[in-house]
């Protein structure tokens, strides 16, 4: 499906993040878990280069954060009761001509796009910015 950071496969006992974030896709059983798999396969779609990894697991979330990246941190994923978030890293950088982020716009660094139930996923734009943020992590860095 997806390549995997092997760092993160070992601290997981062998199971593969992919492995991970099906398994947290499958246990939400609800409109989050089939909006999280949704927004999943348009980000491997616009990037077969993607790397899948699990980020941030602790008592409250054994399971951890679903991470996309490409040259760092694309987005990340996570559910709640009434919304499914994905924040980018760098979206205060990555330009939204559409206006897909709608949480987080006050951050100096991130931004998000919330999810909720009936929400509709503009397919081709949603892509369009994920190929943004990845060209915005391949910038160089920049030196002070």
Not at 8 to 18: A, C, I, L, W, Y
Not at 71 to 85: F, H, L, N, R
């Amino acid at each position: 499906m997806s390549k995997t950071n092997s760092n993160t496969n070992e601290s997981m006992g062998g199971v593969t993040p992919s492995q991970l974030i099906d398994e947290t896709i499958q246990e939400l059983g609800d409109w989050r878990g089939e909006t999280l798999s949704r927004v999943r396969t348009l980000i491997l779609e616009a990037d077969p280069e993607v790397i899948e990894e699990v980020k941030w697991a602790k008592p409250s979330n054994p399971r951890g954060v679903p991470v996309w990246s490409h040259a760092g941190i694309i987005c990340t994923g996570e559910t709640y009761k009434d919304k499914v978030k994905l924040t980018f890293a760098k979206g205060a950088s990555v330009p939204d001509p559409s206006h897909l982020f709608n949480s987080s716009l006050d951050g100096g660094t991130r931004r998000a796009i919330d999810f909720k139930q009936g929400d509709n996923i503009d397919e081709e734009r949603f892509k369009a910015l994920i190929l943004a943020a990845i060209t915005v992590n391949l910038q160089p860095k920049k030196r002070p």
